[in-house]
């Protein structure tokens, strides 16, 4: 019982992780409908900033969020501006599945002449720090992480539906056309909301790496999970993200103590596909038309 | 009477069978090892690796000891009088190109010997060709099982014995305790990897064998991101011992999640990645390496053949401190220091030389006294490290020791 426990602890503290680092795909993937491959590349890139700013000048992994985020929003935006915009309205949806993967294959290049394929760690002096609550280990890194997850997605929540921007986002989504007629400029809309997608890609590649270690291969691990949260989530759904990287976390770490490790991801795609299977919309995902 | 097309008729004749002997020669001397090539022709080795492409870190590795080496001989006059020419080409970690690159390296570079590429993946493909060549072919980062079942004469892997024996010294070890200090229980969680788990299963076979029973066994995928929960169920079984069949990363996930849970055992050992003793302590904490056992092939702190020479050469050369240095350069380097052994001792450089002479007796290299089995796998053993007061130091075997094994408390541990 003890052991089940602790999984069920795990799982969620590693499910925030993942909220964390699917927050920026829920805005680009689930809000924008961008299939966006690149997405676990901008966290490891996020991670090795993160990293040289803590060896090189002591800069705190949190703190480091402050000044790559604007980095990475520069990149999003930039990716967007200059390679997804130019594609085609009709084959737009498939095209930038490839043009974002061969974004992440850049920055993993980029990566790997920089920084070699070493692994690392950014390990600030709190990063082994874990409380005991009731004979259980609480990290308190992981536990940072389910937080930040929380103000990201409930920032990204209220940006989308209580502000101008959110709206102009939601309508340049659902109808680019008659957005423009209404004065949106969808362009740079589209622009603004992927680097938004993009600066979250920082507070998640902190975490990642004082949570993981992590070289530039790292994002093939990632992005299968990141995209398929989004979809257990329901594309657009905030909170669904929330909830699917919790069923993520818990039914991996369950498997994984319980039964066997071999068997850990493949748990969480046998639930996604019963959850499609019964709900194709996704967990908390509307049936929406008009959507791209 | 002289018959002028008689005789043009046989000078071109002549000149035909000459021609033909020439070319039939050249094409014969082009597929084998040019053993006749003047005293002081430069003695040219040809060498493919992995220079980009997934294994261009530790083939780059490779290729410094290779250089260094190089030069060290070429700075004492050479071998037997020739300077060492090394031609280093690019296989971009496929093992299509390194066949490629070892053909036109024999065929058309016409190089006089060819040492080996890096990883098993490699090796194995280019050391058909050298076979096939007849050239001998030292090697020295290909140790998987399947190097050694093509059962090549002409193969010789440079480190201590096959990889999958790496974990036997820590078995020696635990086996050479008395009874009463010897761990009860033991804990087998090894990654889904041939030059990992076979590791862990190696000394669990030994261990099992003497008594120390298995508690938790356990193949955990290389995808896996978290090994918090693989560690969790281990240490509701409370072994005494945990034998990690690691690599680099999992080692350091398996460490970090040991640390996250408090939970330690009395005795750990990593087959790999708490050997590296520049990343595992910047990996996992250099607080949270002390008592934490490993093995390997060398390190810098060992005290055989040359590595003193070695270390400062390497250092003056390409700057950085001994404790950075990656051993895949060292084997590179011992590849270099048999042939100039096998030359100061037979006075031939040649490819049969190198053979008959390898397989017969013990030599002297960076990795210890080797001599190897007729498939080219070395019969020495792997040397037990341990992190002692922030240092990895040889402790097992005796003879390479040079701190006695320490069984503490593992810093973490509640």
């Keep these: 019982m003890h052991e089940a426990v602790q999984a069920v602890i795990l799982g969620v503290l590693t499910g925030g992780v993942y909220a964390l680092m699917a927050s920026g795909q829920t805005l680009i993937f689930g809000v924008m409908k961008v299939v966006n491959l690149a997405q676990g590349a901008l966290v490891i890139l996020a991670a090795f900033l993160s990293h040289s700013l803590f060896t090189a000048w002591g800069v705190d992994p949190f703190l480091s969020v402050l000044i790559i985020a604007p980095l990475m929003f520069a990149l999003g935006a930039a990716v967007q501006w200059l390679l997804l915009r130019p594609l085609h309205q009709d084959d737009a949806a498939l095209l930038s599945l490839l043009v974002t993967f061969a974004v992440a294959l850049g920055i993993e290049g980029a990566l790997t002449v920089v920084y070699h394929t070493d692994y690392r760690t950014t390990r600030p002096a709190y990063v082994d720090r874990s409380w005991r609550i009731a004979g259980y280990q609480v990290g308190e890194v992981r536990l940072a992480a389910f937080a930040l997850s929380l103000i990201t997605l409930g920032g990204l929540w209220m940006l989308l539906s209580r502000t101008r921007f959110g709206r ?36 998640a590649g902190a975490v990642y790496g004082m949570v993981y270690s992590f070289n530039p291969n790292s994002h093939y691990d990632l992005i299968s999970r990141l995209l398929s949260v989004v979809i257990l989530g329901g594309l657009g759904s905030l909170g669904g993200t929330v909830v699917a990287a919790l069923v993520m976390g818990v039914a991996s770490s369950l498997v994984g103590a319980l039964a066997s490790p071999v068997w850990s991801d493949f748990s969480f795609f046998v639930v996604l596909l019963a959850v499609l299977l019964l709900r194709p919309q996704g967990l908390f995902g509307a049936r929406l038309r008009g959507a791209l | 009477m002289r018959h002028p097309y008689r005789h043009a008729s046989s000078s071109r004749a002549l000149f035909a069978a000459v021609a033909a002997t020439a070319v039939l020669v050249a094409c014969s001397s082009s597929a084998k090892p040019s053993s006749s090539a003047s005293s002081h022709a430069p003695l040219k080795i040809g060498i493919s690796l992995s220079l980009t492409g997934d294994f261009s870190d530790p083939g780059k590795s490779a290729e410094r000891g290779y250089r260094l080496w190089a030069d060290t001989v070429n700075a004492k006059g050479g071998i037997l009088g020739r300077k060492v020419q090394l031609s280093i080409v690019d296989d971009t970690s496929s093992p299509t190109q390194v066949v490629g690159n070892y053909q036109n390296l024999i065929t058309k570079d016409h190089v006089d010997l060819t040492f080996g590429p890096f990883s098993s993946l490699l090796t194995i493909p280019a050391s058909q060709v050298a076979k096939r060549y007849g050239y001998a072919f030292l090697e020295p980062a290909g140790g998987g099982p399947k190097v050694f079942a093509q059962h090549l004469h002409n193969l010789f892997f440079v480190q201590p014995a096959p990889v999958v024996k790496q974990g036997d010294v820590f078995a020696d070890y635990i086996l050479s305790l008395p009874a009463a200090r010897r761990p009860k229980t033991a804990a087998y969680p090894a990654l889904d990897d041939p030059f990992a788990s076979p590791i862990a299963d190696e000394v669990r076979t030994r261990l099992e064998a003497a008594g120390i029973k298995t508690v938790y066994q356990q193949i955990y995928p290389a995808e896996i991101t978290d090994l918090t929960p693989v560690v969790s169920a281990m240490a509701a079984k409370k072994p005494d011992l945990v034998v990690g069949g690691t690599q680099a990363d999992d080692a350091y996930r398996m460490v970090k999640a040991m640390v996250q849970l408090k939970w330690a055992p009395k005795l750990l050992y990593l087959s790999n990645g708490a050997n590296d003793p520049h990343n595992f302590p910047g990996n996992v904490g250099a607080s949270n390496v002390d008592g934490i056992f490993s093995s390997g092939d060398w390190f810098p702190s060992s005290n055989t053949y040359g590595n003193a020479g070695f270390l400062s050469a390497y250092t003056r050369k390409y700057g950085g401190t001994a404790g950075t240095i990656d051993s895949t350069s060292a084997e590179a380097y011992s590849c270099g220091q048999l042939l100039e052994e096998v030359a100061a001792k037979t006075g031939k450089v040649d490819n049969a030389t190198l053979i008959s002479a390898l397989h017969t007796g013990s030599w002297q290299t960076l990795e210890g006294n080797l001599s190897w089995n007729a498939d080219g796998a070395a019969n020495s053993s792997y040397v037990l490290v341990q992190w002692i007061s922030g240092k990895m130091l040889p402790v097992y075997p005796a003879g390479r020791a040079q701190h006695a094994p320490v069984i503490a408390a593992l810093p973490w541990g509640g």
């Design chain 1, 168 to 203: 102009s986002v939601r309508a340049t989504v659902q109808n680019p056309v008659a957005a423009r007629l209404l004065g949106v400029e969808t362009a740079r809309v589209a622009a603004l909301g992927f680097g938004l997608g993009a600066a979250t890609a920082a507070a």
